[in-house]
């Protein structure tokens, strides 16, 4: 019983510690869907560091790459009475009632770099169908006209759906007018950088080497149709790819890959973290600096977003990522001849 | 394999056809010549259908599927699983089951990368000709040693092999994950590259590979005048004279058939050119003609032409790895102690103890064996891809255990071959690529091999079935 009344007076103690915490600004939440992944850590610790130097507190909650401790998890931060909650939904579309709730309550809520079709929320990403149009654009700069190969990622996943979107409204004019010619366009089985070696070996075999240009969705996947294609003796066709793998920017400096379009997850916790701490003052969702329009889901539900424009990483600009503490010179240059590249 | 006695004389015998004598006689495994004709119909629709959607790129239907340069892709791209399914081979046939192969791949290649690239590669110095012997050692190394830890946990803590391995497929894929933190380890050590087969120093060239070819005839006959010698010393009932010549003569024509289709894929036109211009190769004079896939000059330019400066890849390195893989286990498994042990557990496992086998050992071995595999698949897959992610492997598992399956390896234990389990690996991989050869979406391929999977099995019973 003593032991009781010790724990519950403890429990008092930190709970008036944590209120006494929040009167001293807002409370920002962010329920993450995994931490399985790298990245998330780096967007955490920007979001944390946005967040603290505005004077809000963080707190936040990991649904562990499940639905229902999503819910669960975001139940909790409502009855924690959080200001505003932003949300990375594992799934866009089983959260949806969740987010009625944070509604129904009275919260502000974001959608962070994960759609779902909500219009309450502030949805915050970057610009994936402008990833998909960033690299056609520079490999397109590099190949205006000839035949070219599309290694889509994996069929389940909508970025992939987006990123042909951009990668298309790029293209249209030159496939319009005959210049570019799409001669293979497959999906690979969970984005796995080995399967797209396989894809781009099958596609350089069956159009008899006649490609002259490929677009891959990622950098991983980048990495095995380099190799396919250096097997074949054709490395240095442009290709393009996303993330701003290290080993592709290493791949940029030598030449052997075009482009490599780089989210900055620092730059995305940082923006979502400084409309989160405007909502939390009160600010009005269309106020916020950079706030457009977004209405192209699946269900094509009309949102307040901000998008973010990606960098686009080539030989010209390859000190970008460097000088962001992303990659460190040595990575980037290894195996480049001194001179040859700017930034290295 | 063939040291049953078959061809004694009795009744049975005269009720035989010619079909059933001529298989008696040649002891020749029905269910093999059923899968290899069933890969050479499969070969044949997709040559077919290549030819009708994309036209004639001198395949033997007119379409891109049988041509050298498929053939030989298709080889190289089998070589990672085939190697896997030999060793899964005598897993199921121990009546156990790796699910962990897949991701036990993608972390040995990036533990086998990660040391490489950023310990031996700034120690030793880039190039260092110890880095790539020393990248092989510690990928076999830590695959076997993770194997045996899958090994002594089933035999020794008694939790079933599946569920030990389930969590292994779970548990080292988050490992790969956290050791290169999600990045891609690249690029890999020059001389290591060659084990993938993407470069022209891992091509042996037409010399080396008729050299070979001609090794492997005179094994073929030197095993069956061997085989004959050791039946009459054991008094076993003997082959017809026939039957040995018609055996020999199919391996033979095999062996050399393969090797003219590796030895007719020339190098790809660029490479050709490269090379002759780096090492002062003289080009000859020719005319123009951007079809050819050899090198000539025509005015100031070099062009692609038929007649001109050509070289042939001939074998690349990993299908001569697999292979090598394929022979050895072979040898392990039907012609060691252990391997007799391995099929004996399999068969009763009560009756094999009993008989003073040290089964959990002995299972300990061959859960390291299949972790030693996996090291020399992720050798290949990582120097071929010249990466390593987390991402590499995945899913493996699901096609190496399909491929033992197809290839005939019995889930209840005790039946099962090498070389069946690598036909396997072949036939799935020549769907998979048929089916990338047409475009097809990936959707369309899982489909496909998932049913030539039960259907294959149904087969197999069927079959089983009708020869009880």
């Excluded at chain 2, 389930?166 to 894929?173: F, H, M, P, Q, R």
């Excluded at chain 2, 050791?179 to 891609?184: H, M, P, Q, Y």
């Excluded at chain 2, 004279?241 to 190098?267: C, D, H, K, Q, R």
């Excluded at chain 2, 780096?278 to 032409?305: F, T, Y």
């Amino acid at each position: 019983m003593k032991k009781y009344a010790l724990a519950l007076a403890g429990a008092v103690f930190a709970l008036t510690a944590v209120s006494s915490a929040q009167a001293a600004g807002k409370t920002i939440a962010v329920s993450w869907k995994t931490f399985q992944e790298e990245r998330w850590k780096t967007d955490e610790a920007a979001i944390k560091a946005a967040v603290e130097a505005a004077g809000n507190t963080y707190v936040s909650t990991d649904a562990q790459g499940s639905a229902q401790k999503q819910a669960a998890d975001i139940e909790g931060l409502i009855s924690q009475k959080v200001d505003v909650i932003m949300v990375v939904a594992f799934d866009s579309d089983a959260i949806l009632p969740s987010i009625k709730a944070i509604n129904d309550a009275g919260i502000k809520s974001i959608a962070y770099d994960v759609q779902f079709e909500d219009p309450s929320a502030l949805y915050i990403t970057f610009d994936n169908v402008g990833v998909g149009r960033t690299i056609a654009d520079e490999v397109q700069k590099a190949k205006p006209e000839g035949n070219y190969a599309i290694i889509k990622g994996d069929k389940g996943d909508p970025n992939a759906t987006f990123l042909l979107g951009g990668m298309m409204e790029v293209l249209k004019a030159g496939i319009d007018s005959g210049k570019i010619k799409i001669v293979c366009e497959t999906f690979t089985d969970g984005w796995k950088p080995d399967g797209a070696q396989k894809n781009m070996e099958q596609c350089l075999t069956s159009t008899g080497n006649k490609v002259d240009a490929v677009l891959s969705q990622n950098d991983g996947m980048a990495s095995g149709v380099v190799a396919a294609l250096t097997a074949q003796g054709m490395s240095g066709i442009p290709v393009g790819g996303q993330d701003g793998d290290l080993a592709a920017i290493n791949r940029v400096a030598l030449g052997s890959q075009t482009v490599s379009v780089w989210k900055n997850a620092k730059d995305l916790g940082k923006v979502a973290a400084e409309a989160a701490n405007a909502l939390a003052e009160g600010t009005a969702m269309d106020a916020i600096a950079g706030v457009g329009k977004f209405a192209d889901g699946k269900n094509k539900v009309e949102m307040n977003a901000i998008l973010l424009a990606p960098t686009p990483i080539t030989k010209a600009n390859i000190n970008v990522a460097i000088d962001a503490g992303h990659i460190t010179k040595d990575q980037a240059c290894a195996g480049v001849a001194a001179g040859a590249v700017p930034g290295c | 394999m063939s040291d049953k006695p078959d061809s004694s004389a009795g009744p049975a015998m005269q009720k035989e056809g010619p079909v059933q004598r001529f298989f008696r006689a040649t002891e020749i495994d029905q269910r093999m010549l059923g899968m290899i004709i069933a890969l050479i119909v499969i070969w044949c629709v997709f040559d077919y259908a290549s030819g009708v959607l994309r036209g004639d790129f001198g395949g033997l239907l007119g379409g891109s599927f049988l041509t050298p340069r498929n053939l030989w892709t298709l080889l190289v791209q089998t070589s990672s699983i085939a190697v896997m399914s030999t060793g899964m081979v005598l897993l199921i046939v121990m009546r156990q089951i790796d699910l962990s192969v897949g991701s036990m791949l993608s972390l040995v290649a990036v533990v086998a990368a990660v040391f490489q690239v950023f310990q031996l590669g700034p120690v030793l110095g880039v190039g260092h000709p110890a880095i790539w012997a020393l990248g092989v050692a510690a990928a076999i190394g830590i695959g076997a040693l993770i194997g045996a830890a899958n090994g002594a946990l089933t035999a020794y803590a008694k939790i079933p092999s599946f569920i030990v391995t389930l969590g292994g497929l779970i548990c080292y894929s988050g490992l790969a994950f956290l050791v290169a933190r999600g990045e891609t380890v690249a690029p890999m050590d020059k001389t290591f590259e060659v084990f993938g087969g993407g470069i022209a120093i891992s091509w042996l060239g037409p010399f080396w590979s008729w050299a070979i070819a001609g090794l492997a005839c005179l094994g073929i006959i030197f095993g069956i005048v061997n085989g004959r010698r050791q039946r009459q010393r054991f008094k076993f009932p003997l082959r017809p004279i026939w039957a040995e010549v018609f055996l020999a003569s199919i391996g033979s024509a095999a062996v050399l058939g393969t090797t003219l289709v590796m030895n007719s894929y020339p190098w790809p036109f660029k490479l050709i050119e490269n090379y002759a211009v780096a090492n002062n190769v003289p080009i000859p004079a020719g005319i123009e003609n951007r079809d050819g896939s050899a090198v000539c000059m025509a005015a100031e330019k070099i062009v692609r032409c038929t007649e001109g400066l050509i070289y042939y890849t001939g074998y690349s390195v990993p299908v001569l790895v697999a292979l090598a893989v394929g022979l050895v286990m072979t040898f392990i498994a039907t012609r060691t102690q252990f391997g007799r042990y391995v099929y004996a557990t399999g068969g009763n496992p009560e009756a094999a103890e009993l008989a003073g086998i040290n089964t959990k050992w002995l299972l300990v071995k061959v859960f390291a064996l299949m972790g030693a595999l996996v090291g020399i698949s992720a050798v290949i897959s990582s120097a071929r891809l010249n990466a390593a992610t987390n991402a590499l492997g995945l899913f493996s598992e699901l096609y190496v255990i399909a491929a033992a399956v197809i290839g005939g390896t019995s889930l209840a234990g005790g039946v099962g071959t090498i070389y069946g389990a690598m036909i396997g690996a072949l036939l799935m991989q020549s769907i998979i690529s048929g089916m990338s050869l047409l475009n097809l979406p990936t959707a369309y391929q899982s489909i496909v091999v998932g049913v030539v999977l039960v259907l294959a099995v149904w087969l197999d019973q069927l079959y089983s079935r009708r020869v009880k």
